[in-house]
């Protein structure tokens, strides 16, 4: 149980174009997930808490109007990353806690590999 | 910023105990630690929690020390399989529950 998908596992965008990525739990309702970027060799950057029919809460720094975020329903979690750049370029994880649960740890999906050109 | 502080990097034989530290010194009464490791290209793993006892599962061992300002995590029989960045975390008792991941620990096993 508590499975994260990610897709697409990869992208390669050109440079001005928007990118969708999709962040699903399989066998759980998560009313709040994460999105994470990291770039190589580095730690993991929370970007964003994205909440279930409402608006994300974005950390400080990161851009809400460049990396928009929705959470339509308890499975399925958007991060559209527009007029992409180069410096876009890094692996974007998401998260998912089980709201149902008394568990807290959140359940990770594989992470997308996003290359702008 | 994360609360965590561990050390950049580890060796361990296989077969032998690999003792991962973390120190979270301004840990508050009701935060949990948490462990994740991160093979390379994938999305972290949860390890293992804890609040005050010690802990254990089928993946490993958390340590905590009695006043909580520091723990080890430990993989009693290290595999090649087990190479991987290590993450200790802070889980804060309430709100969003977010986390904040520090450098991690780089852990490289050894034939």
């Known amino acids: 149980g508590a499975v994260v998908s990610q897709h697409p596992s990869w992208v390669i965008c050109k440079s001005g174009t928007s990118v969708k990525i999709e962040c699903r739990s399989l066998d759980f309702q998560a009313t709040t997930m994460f999105w994470y970027r990291q770039f190589p060799k580095q730690s993991l950057m929370l970007m964003a808490t994205s909440n279930e029919g409402s608006k994300a809460t974005y950390e400080q720094g990161v851009e809400k109007d460049k990396f928009l975020i929705n959470h339509a329903s308890l499975t399925l979690s958007t991060l559209t990353v527009t007029s992409a750049h180069p410096e876009d370029s890094s692996f974007y994880i998401c998260?998912?806690?089980?709201?149902?649960?008394?568990?807290?740890?959140?359940?990770f999906g594989p992470g997308t590999r996003l290359t702008v050109t | 910023d994360a609360k965590t502080t561990q050390p950049p990097s580890m060796d361990c034989a296989e077969g032998r105990a690999a003792n991962l530290p973390c120190n979270h010194s301004t840990i508050s009464g009701n935060e949990y630690v948490y462990w994740y490791r991160q093979i390379h290209s994938q999305g972290p793993q949860y390890i293992i929690h804890g609040l005050k006892n010690n802990e254990t599962n089928e993946m490993a061992s958390l340590i905590i020390t009695e006043d909580r300002k520091s723990s080890t995590l430990i993989l009693p029989h290290a595999t090649l399989r087990d190479t991987a960045v290590y993450y200790c975390i802070v889980r804060p008792p309430s709100g969003t529950y977010k986390y904040i991941f520090g450098t991690g620990t780089r852990l490289k096993v050894l034939a």
């Open positions: 998260s998912a806690r089980d709201w149902t649960s008394d568990r807290y740890e959140q359940y």
